[in-house]
């Protein structure tokens, strides 16, 4: 089945340094990939739509200077968070669309744990 | 291990038919449950959630109740619609984490 990867899967950081996650498709290429937040106890929250070779569509309310999306590649996208304060902590997800299956299922990342201290 | 299984797809209905989405779990704790919706070509959707055992969610005309003794949180609706055309996903997160976890999908095609 498709694969998407995460890395890393946990990471602690000081406030005020950036962090860059990134999400891999292994088996499939992706010309689509979405970001999602997760806060403890609630559900996950769409961030941004992250399209190769051009720039990533954020949520209303998403900071898209503090949040930088790079889908450089059919396989791979980033997200890096910029001056990080303990507010971001959170857990983000990637998922990414199989580009031959037009409108069809996203698959999964693991998720990557973030704590600003 | 915690994990979620949905019945699997897709699901063809006619228009204003009932739907029902079963949504089954396993979780060593008290997990809240959620179901999210991805239509063609957007990002996930929050389309319900309940966080206790008997609450219901509801949203869109879509109901699900989060049943205890069943394990279960199936997805219902009255009379569908083509516009309820999408994949549908069933998923949990435990208290003690906030990972969620999540069904394999069902997708779900309405026909006129």
């Known amino acids: 089945g498709a694969v998407v990867s995460q890395h890393p899967s946990r990471v602690i950081c000081k406030s005020g340094t950036s962090v860059k996650i990134e999400c891999r498709s292994l088996d499939f290429q992706a010309t689509t990939m979405f970001w999602y937040r997760q806060f403890p106890k609630q559900s996950l929250m769409l961030m941004a739509t992250?399209?190769?070779?051009?720039?990533?569509?954020?949520e209303q309310g998403v900071e898209k200077d503090k949040f930088l999306i790079n889908h450089a590649s059919l396989t791979l996208s980033t997200l890096t968070v910029t001056s990080a304060h303990p507010e971001d902590s959170s857990f983000y997800i990637c998922?990414?669309?199989?580009?031959?299956?037009?409108?069809?299922?996203?698959?999964f990342g693991p998720g990557t744990r973030l704590t600003v201290l | 291990g915690d994990s979620v299984t949905q019945m699997e797809g897709p699901v063809t209905l006619s228009e204003e038919a009932f739907l029902t989405i079963n949504c089954t779990y396993t979780a060593t704790g008290y997990p809240s449950l959620f179901w999210y919706v991805q239509y063609p070509g957007e990002g996930l959707q929050l389309l319900l959630k309940?966080?206790?055992a008997d609450d219901k969610g509801s949203n869109k005309g879509f109901e699900a109740t989060y049943r205890k003794e069943t394990t279960s949180f199936h997805l219902e609706k009255g009379s569908v619609q083509v516009s309820d055309s999408a994949v549908y996903f069933c998923?949990?997160?435990?208290?003690?984490?906030?990972?969620?976890?999540w069904g394999a999908g069902t997708k779900l095609i309405i026909k006129p």
């Open positions: 998922s990414a669309r199989d580009r031959r299956r037009a409108g069809g299922p996203q698959f």
């Open positions: 992250s399209n190769e070779g051009s720039k990533a569509t954020y």
């Open positions: 998923a949990l997160t435990l208290d003690s984490n906030y990972q969620l976890i």
């Open positions: 309940a966080t206790k």
